[in-house]
């Protein structure tokens, strides 16, 4: 009997240690930098490549497309179904250009070269303990 309670505590404590050990052992997840965050833009536009484009536009997100005079917007779940409801182009290529970079706000201009016109995305960036898209303006020439 006396073996039996020596082996159960032994057991008890080999299970707390090994769940503490393994509690402390988790890294920290990475943070995105402003240029993953355009990139994962890019492709997603560009390429359809979805991934990780959720975790980049902020749920407040507002996306206006003008079209002449008038001027749509869109919401993140409305720009997500979009595109995953349309085929990305192939051939389009991308441009991009830094107008404004601070250290917790960031504008950027991205060019998407189509066949027969030009879109020009201004991204808005914000740093709230990441960086996410908080605004997109899309215009056509």
Same mark, same amino acid.
């Given at each position: 009997?006396? =073996?039996? /309670?020596s082996?159960?505590?032994? &057991?008890?404590?080999l ?5 503490? #050990?393994? #509690?402390?052992v988790? %890294?920290?997840?990475? /943070? ?7 990139? *994962? $833009?890019?492709?997603? *536009? ?5 991934? +990780? &484009? ?21 919401? /993140? ?9 349309? %085929?990305?182009? %192939? ?5 991009? =250009?830094?107008?404004?970079? +601070?250290? !917790? ?9 189509? #066949? =027969? $016109? =030009? !879109?020009t ?11 996410? *898209? ?8």
């Amino acid at each position: 009997m006396k =073996t039996l /309670k020596s082996m159960l505590g032994g &057991l008890v404590l080999l299970l707390v240690c090994a769940t503490a #050990a393994n #509690a402390a052992v988790k %890294p920290a997840a990475t /943070k995105l930098t402003k240029e993953d965050v355009v990139n *994962i $833009y890019i492709d997603a *536009i560009s390429h359809g490549d979805m991934k +990780g &484009l959720d975790n980049v536009l902020d749920d407040s997100l507002h996306y206006d497309v003008q079209r002449g005079e008038n001027v749509m917007t869109l919401h /993140k779940d409305d720009l997500m179904d979009y595109l995953k409801t349309n %085929p990305a182009d %192939p051939a389009v290529t991308a441009t991009t =250009t830094i107008v404004e970079d +601070g250290d !917790r706000h960031t504008k950027i201009r991205v060019d998407f070269h189509y #066949a =027969t $016109y =030009t !879109r020009t995305d201004m991204l808005t960036l914000d740093d709230y303990g990441g960086w996410m *898209i908080t605004k997109v303006e899309s215009s056509f020439s």
